[in-house]
């Protein structure tokens, strides 16, 4: 039988596409990949693909050389995690002060990682976590 190798992408919805994309270039330091009015796609560690979509302008189908991509649509705050090492939390800790970003809670895992939650502009909840969160991570 087949079996899921990985999340490749992961997407966030929001209101305003400028203010997000420029937070997360900004402040978590990802790279922009792709960039247009409707979306714009990070590059995470070149493992993943972080999308953030302007919210409606994902509603409509949109047709590619190689076919076409079907709606899909988000509402309200959601929450997304990234992962960091353990020896850089201090860091992100630091940096995120820096920006005037308030951790909003910060949880020590039994398997010995830790989470640290915050919020971007349009209010999702982030999560930067080191190893030892997941039996997997």
Known sequence: MPKIQKVIETALYCDN???????YKEVLQLEIMVKDE??????????SVFLLFQREESRTPVST???VIPPHHG???T????AIEKNELSEWEIRLLQYNIKI???VQWPLGGTSIYFHDPENHLIELLTPGVWKIY
């Open 17 to 23: 596409l400028e203010l997000m994309s420029s937070f």
């Open 38 to 47: 409707r979306l714009c796609a990070f590059n995470v560690n070149g493992q």
């Open 65 to 67: 050389a190689g076919g």
């Open 75 to 77: 509402l309200g705050p």
């Open 79 to 82: 929450h997304m995690a990234f």
């Open 104 to 106: 909003v809670s910060q």
